[in-house]
Antibody, heavy 121, light 108 residues
């Protein structure tokens, strides 16, 4: 059974940093693209970032580029999102998701339950 | 503003057919993916590619596309289909992904 479990969220002051983690199980982690998607309270979904299976390719939404860094550790079956220079508008539930083995449609077929990041002084 | 546009609210009578649409220039070149999200839950993939459903998704859900518009059709809507629906595809540059603003579906 595929499982994704996020952790690392919390309350942080503007300008602060966090590292979000997503522990994956039930599939061969290194074979799949992985994504981060966030959802501000009461708002819609926003795609944040993706990374390919071996970690050699990443890209980001314009609003987080230069502040967020996605990475993965296949030995630990864990996906990460380092979030720096946080702003109030980054307040959201952050979901990790499993993508495809290749990159044809860009879908996410399994999602974690999310971790809440609150940016406030 | 999102590069994919959805109607914010759509309603359908129980058992009737409803179409939820998503418009954007990138849809001329890329398929839309559709997700269902119920309150307090993570999204669920319902349609991807031309018209493919993951296992476990009822066959009353179908997808289609024409020009710059992708559609999710629910044939014979059920009470449990009441949810927010989001389309997703590449952005206009083709290098990133973007979600539509979401459609809240009410089943009357």
């Amino acid at each position: 059974e595929v499982q994704l479990v996020e952790s690392g969220g919390g309350l942080v002051q503007p300008g602060g940093s966090l590292r979000l983690s997503c522990a994956a199980s039930g599939f061969t982690f290194s074979n799949y693209w992985m994504h981060w998607v966030r959802q501000a309270p009461g708002k819609g979904l926003m795609w944040v970032s993706r990374i390919n299976g071996d970690g050699s390719f990443t890209n980001y939404a314009d609003s987080v580029k230069g502040r967020f860094t996605v990475s993965r550790d296949s030995a630990k079956n864990t996906l990460y999102l380092q979030v720096n220079s946080l702003r109030a508008e980054d307040t959201a539930v952050y979901y990790c998701g499993r993508g495809e083995r290749g990159y044809s449609y860009g879908y996410v077929d399994y999602w974690g339950q999310g971790t809440l990041v609150t940016v406030s002084s | 503003s999102s590069e994919l546009t959805q109607d914010p609210i759509v309603s359908v009578a129980l058992g009737q057919t409803v179409r939820i649409t998503c418009q954007g220039d990138s849809l001329r070149n890329y398929y839309a993916t559709w997700y269902q999200q119920k309150p307090g839950q993570a999204p669920v993939l319902v349609i991807y590619g031309k018209d493919s459903r993951p296992s476990g998704i009822p066959d009353r859900f179908s997808g289609s596309s024409s020009g710059n518009t992708a559609s999710l059709t629910i044939t014979g809507a059920q009470a449990e289909d009441e949810a927010d629906y989001y389309c997703n595809s590449r952005d206009n540059s083709g290098s990133r992904q973007v979600f539509g603003g979401g459609t809240k579906l009410t089943v009357l």
